[in-house]
């Protein structure tokens, strides 16, 4: 019993210990000088911050894979409910193979495979953590830390461009973003048409297609100081029957104003591939 007694006593003892050096390491840390260069995770907005400002939706936004406690959204950007698919639409839908299906080894996604860019409008729903907005008196660019890679928006009354692809001299060429113009739609809600999209991309993780002529509109609601909600809607009567409500993406204010490096490497996805990703296979049930 004695034995038992002054194990237990000793085993309580060591814990009290730790405890107390934990305790003391925590408060060390804390009161340690925080850098200017990082994004604490703990450094998060709280609450609805009070009324957002009229026509501002400037500085830099957490999405929902960053932990920062944003909102889930009603309807899953990544995988949304499409509309019925015009033939051609689903001749298009059915080359393309989802990592959510087909895995690494069989999925035939441009980025998932070898890191080429996203396109617009998968790019504002996939690995969405940090977003930064800027204006300019012609011109809003919003800054996604995925990928490093930021869109134009003009806002000088310009309309969107009708003679994009094709072979005339005059054309356009499509692009990984298309060509996007914006307006106040009121004082809380900044419109985002654009056009334009470079059509070997997918509008969708789940391998949704659009065609070069798609016209997709974003909307940007500021809901309070420290929320923003983003809606998207593509219409492209070529590949489906009715427009398509992609879904909604919600963000919360970084009040540190900072964010990190999050990009795809190429060379360490060709790697992953070599010797993990394709040895394990695709999914046999995929295909069924």
């Avoid at 939706?57 to 015009?86: C, E, K, Y």
């Avoid at 809600?189 to 059509?199: C, M, N, S």
């Avoid at 963000?251 to 990009?263: E, G, S, V």
């Amino acid at each position: 019993m004695r034995r038992r007694s002054f194990g237990a006593i000793a085993g309580a003892a060591t814990v009290l210990v730790l405890t107390v050096l934990a305790a003391a390491q925590n408060t060390q840390q804390n009161n340690a000088p925080r850098s200017p260069w990082r994004y604490y995770p703990a450094d998060r907005a709280v609450g609805d911050g009070g009324p957002a400002p009229k026509r501002d939706l400037t500085g830099t936004w957490a999405g929902p894979a960053s932990g920062a406690d944003a909102p889930r959204s009603r309807v899953n950007p990544q995988n949304p409910p499409a509309p019925p698919l015009t033939p051609l639409g689903e001749q298009l839908f059915g080359r393309n193979k989802s990592l959510s299906k087909y895995s690494p080894a069989g999925t035939n996604d441009p980025h998932v495979r070898y890191c080429d860019p996203d396109g617009f409008p998968k790019n504002m729903a996939n690995q969405i953590r940090g977003m930064t907005i800027t204006t300019s008196p012609n011109r809003t660019f919003i800054l996604l830390q995925y990928m490093d890679l930021w869109r134009e928006v003009w806002t000088d009354g310009r309309s969107l461009p009708t003679n994009v692809g094709g072979r005339g001299r005059d054309t356009l060429d499509p692009k990984y973003n298309g060509y996007s113009v914006g307006h106040w739609e009121d004082d809380y809600t900044f419109v985002v048409d654009t056009t334009g999209l470079a059509p070997n991309t997918w509008a969708t993780n789940s391998g949704y297609p659009h065609s070069v002529d798609a016209h997709v509109t974003e909307r940007f609601h500021r809901d309070s100081r420290n929320d923003l909600t983003l809606t998207i809607t593509m219409d492209d009567p070529k590949l489906y029957t009715q427009p398509f409500y992609i879904g909604d993406v919600h963000f919360r204010w970084i009040p540190n104003q900072q964010l990190d490096d999050y990009t795809c490497i190429p060379s360490e996805v060709q790697l992953y591939l070599k010797e993990m990703g394709d040895p394990a296979g695709s999914d046999p049930s995929a295909a069924r």
